[in-house]
């Protein structure tokens, strides 16, 4: 993500700092699925890491026997918003009512003082990142695998996820059908790459 949009949002959670031995912290937006949310769990048991998953609120209602599974291995549930809402599409009253609809399924399962939310698309304005601010972290990225484009092969979509990957990067995979190809190739060969040099895998 370009320095300048990162100014432009400092309050924003973009990446972490470097540590020793080296961490990422991997995010699953959109699930959680049945169909794709149990493989992402297989694969960071085999590595004991922990992720951080972005939930539509609706999957939440929809899938809940799935989301218990995730925090009972050991990750962090998130908003992303009820609707899968653009900040930059909706009027802010309506997007405001969508998160604070997904955070009350959240709340449910895991209750949290202060909880963590991802905008859809990274799509949100300045005014309403100051608004969401004081009720929670909005987290971004410094590392989007791209992993929903179908039109990106999944060879290249790892090697520029490794290419691009620095210690304490915030890694943006996707737990969702439109991802499958790419995030069921990627995302073992991108564990055992990092787990092969080192690196540890922690929740935010």
Request: proline fraction near 9%.
């Amino acid at each position: 993500m370009p320095e300048l949009v990162r100014g432009l949002f400092p309050d924003c959670l973009w990446t972490m700092p470097a540590t020793d031995p080296p961490t990422l912290y991997l995010t699953f937006d959109d699930g959680p699925i049945p169909e794709e949310t149990p493989f992402v769990l297989e694969q960071l048991a085999r590595y004991e890491a922990r992720g951080t998953f972005f939930c539509v609120g609706e999957n939440l209602e929809r899938h809940p026997e799935v989301a218990r599974q995730v925090l009972a291995e050991g990750h962090r549930l998130a908003n992303h918003t009820y609707h899968h809402l653009s900040g930059w599409r909706h009027a802010r009253p309506a997007y405001l009512a969508d998160v604070a609809r997904c955070q009350a399924v959240l709340q449910a399962l895991q209750p949290e003082a202060r909880p963590l939310l991802r905008p859809p698309y990274g799509r949100i304005t300045r005014g309403l990142a100051r608004e969401l601010h004081a009720t929670h972290q909005v987290v971004m990225w410094d590392l989007l695998t791209c992993d929903y484009d179908r039109d990106y092969a999944p060879a290249q979509c790892l090697a520029t996820a490794i290419r691009l990957t620095r210690p304490g990067s915030i890694v943006v995979f996707h737990d969702s059908v439109k991802a499958s190809p790419n995030l069921r190739y990627v995302l073992p060969r991108y564990l055992g790459h990092f787990a092969g040099l080192g690196y540890r895998f922690a929740a935010l």
